[in-house]
């Protein structure tokens, strides 16, 4: 038969655990929105980068052999995905159109993050790109060709294949003029 002394000694035991439990999980919560994480009524959701962030380039394929490099005023012909940093939503892709981007490196026809980002390449390297707002859209924010918004202050994610570093020639028929 359980005696009244050792329910209570139970009872308290099992208190004792729950503090502990919720303690580290309070802990743990704090060290992910230090992270850059917050909790919101959805679950977490990823911050963006502060917008004086660097830009972040990561190779996730290298091919064995480069026999050339992009560099300031090349043609180049690229395929992307554009997503947000937060969420991962989709703004912009080369991919879903099924088309490849052309355009010259150096000309400011894109943002500096995505330009910087495509500068030393070879042919066939695919990389990630993590650009913060400070070097893509900024405060004013813009628009993807698949409809999708792009906020303010928003950082951005590409993934980028370049295809190939085209002459002049090759490039008139795919490049987008006056950008």
Not at 97 to 115: A, I, N, T
Not at 131 to 142: D, K, L, N, Q, R
């Amino acid at each position: 038969m359980i005696t009244r002394n050792a329910i209570v000694v139970l009872l308290i035991a099992l208190a004792i655990d729950s503090l502990s439990a919720l303690s580290w999980r309070r802990k743990k919560e704090k060290k992910r929105a230090k992270a850059g994480w917050r909790r919101t009524k959805k679950g977490w959701e990823r911050l963006d980068l502060p917008p004086e962030n660097n830009l972040r380039i990561g190779v996730t394929h290298r091919p064995r052999h480069c026999a050339k490099k992009s560099q300031k005023f090349d043609f180049i012909s690229i395929h992307y995905n554009g997503t947000l940093y937060t969420d991962g939503r989709v703004f912009d892709s080369s991919i879903l159109r099924e088309y490849p981007f052309v355009f010259q490196l150096g000309k400011q026809s894109m943002h500096d993050g995505f330009e910087k980002g495509l500068s030393g390449m070879c042919i066939g390297e695919k990389r990630k790109l993590v650009v913060p707002s400070g070097m893509a859209y900024g405060e004013v924010g813009g628009f993807g060709s698949e409809g999708g918004k792009i906020p303010p202050n928003s950082t951005l994610v590409y993934n980028v294949k370049l295809l190939d570093i085209l002459s002049e020639e090759e490039a008139a028929p795919d490049m987008v003029w006056g950008l």
